[in-house]
Antibody
Framework: QVQLVESGGGVVQPGRSLRLSCAASEFTFSSFTMHWVRQAPGKGLEWVAFISYDGNTKYYGDSVRGRFTISRDNSKNTLYLQMNSLRPEDTAVYYC???????????WGQGTLVTVSS | QSVLTQPPSASGTPGQRVTISCSGS????????VSWYQQLPGTAPKLLIYRNNQRPSGVPDRFSGSKSGTSASLAISGLQSEDEADYHC???????????FGTGTEVTVL
């Protein structure tokens, strides 16, 4: 059974950095595009970033471009999200999700909560 | 912020049919396929419909999707209590070079 397990969330002060990880198992991670999606408390879903299977193509949402960096280590079956210059409005549950070829999210992780607060 | 517009809420009694709309533009729904996700309280989203009207294995055929022009719809027929959840639509946006989600619709079974 495909598994995606996020980690790295926590409480961080505004302006600081945090790195999230998403450990993948039970599928050929290196063959799939991956995404990060977030959900602020009581709000809808917001797409954050996309990385191609080989890491060569990356796209970002407007609200995080220039501050967040998506990356992957296919040898470790792990997806990352480096978040810099964090703002209170970045507070959310962050999910990693697998791309299914013509769309996003045939599998999702359980999410990790990031709280940006002083 | 959400680019696709959904009604904030929808409701029905058990057995009824409920339809949720998702309105976009030519750069997203108008030129790309639509996905729908079900999110039960406190859980991660689950893919419900992909490529406008396809159901993943295990999704009951009570759920159906359609698309016309720059809008899409999700229909739940034979509404059941376990269908109480938030429903989100999504599509790739060619102008933004990213995915856009709908505002989300909370479905209540009366």
């Amino acid at each position: 059974q495909v598994q995606l397990v996020e980690s790295g969330g926590g409480v961080v002060q505004p302006g600081r950095s945090l790195r999230l990880s998403c450990a993948a198992s039970e599928f050929t991670f290196s063959s799939f595009t991956m995404h990060w999606v977030r959900q602020a408390p009581g709000k809808g879903l917001e797409w954050v970033a996309f990385i191609s299977y080989d890491g060569n193509t990356k796209y970002y949402g407007d609200s995080v471009r220039g501050r967040f960096t998506i990356s992957r280590d296919n040898s470790k079956n792990t997806l990352y999200l480096q978040m810099n210059s964090l703002r209170p409005e970045d507070t959310a549950v962050y999910y990693c999700a697998r791309d299914y070829g013509s769309g996003m999210g045939d599998y999702w992780g359980q999410g990790t909560l990031v709280t940006v607060s002083s | 912020q959400s680019v696709l517009t959904q009604p904030p809420s929808a409701s029905g009694t058990p057995g009824q049919r409920v339809t949720i709309s998702c309105s976009g533009s030519s750069s997203n729904i108008g030129s790309n396929t639509v996905s729908w996700y079900q999110q039960l309280p406190g859980t991660a989203p689950k893919l419900l419909i992909y490529r406008n009207n396809q159901r993943p294995s295990g999704v009951p055929d009570r759920f159906s999707g359609s698309k016309s022009g720059t809008s899409a719809s999700l229909a739940i027929s034979g509404l059941q209590s376990e269908d109480e959840a938030d429903y989100h639509c999504a599509a790739w946006d060619d102008r933004l070079n990213g995915y856009v989600f709908g505002t989300g619709t909370e479905v209540t079974v009366l």
